[in-house]
Nanobody, 119 residues
Framework: QVQLVESGGGLVQPGGSLRLSCVAS????????AAWYRQAPGKQRELVAN???????NYADSVKGRFTISRDNAKNTVYLQMNSLKPEDTAVYSC?????????????WGQGTQVTVSS
């Protein structure tokens, strides 16, 4: 059973920075894709960024140039560095790992961590 545990959320002023971490425990293949999603009150969950096993990345337009996703495969950890935070970045941020073995795929989620950007 794979478990994802996020940390690093909190309250920050506009323009500030936070670094989210997601540690995965359990069996994970080396080919997985890791991602960060967020969901603000009254809004649908949206993809913030994802990163492949080779390090290739994709970002939502709203966070390009401000957020950086990275991973440390040796530590089974995915990071989201968030800079120049805006009030509209306020949301619950959740870590996701999509993994597969042959034709069987797995979708793992963390419990989420609250990020609040406010003065």
């Amino acid at each position: 059973q794979v478990q994802l545990v996020e940390s690093g959320g909190g309250l920050v002023q506009p323009g500030g920075s936070l670094r989210l971490s997601c540690v995965a425990s359990g069996r994970i293949s080396s080919q997985n894709v890791a991602a960060w999603y967020r969901q603000a009150p009254g809004k649908q969950r949206e993809l913030v960024a994802n990163i492949g096993s080779s390090g290739s990345t994709n970002y939502a337009d709203s966070v390009k140039g401000r957020f950086t996703i990275s991973r440390d495969n040796a530590k089974n950890t995915v990071y989201l560095q968030m800079n120049s935070l805006k009030p509209e970045d306020t949301a619950v941020y959740s870590c996701n790992i999509f993994d597969w073995y042959g034709s069987i795929s797995y979708d793992y989620w963390g419990q989420g961590t609250q990020v609040t950007v406010s003065s």
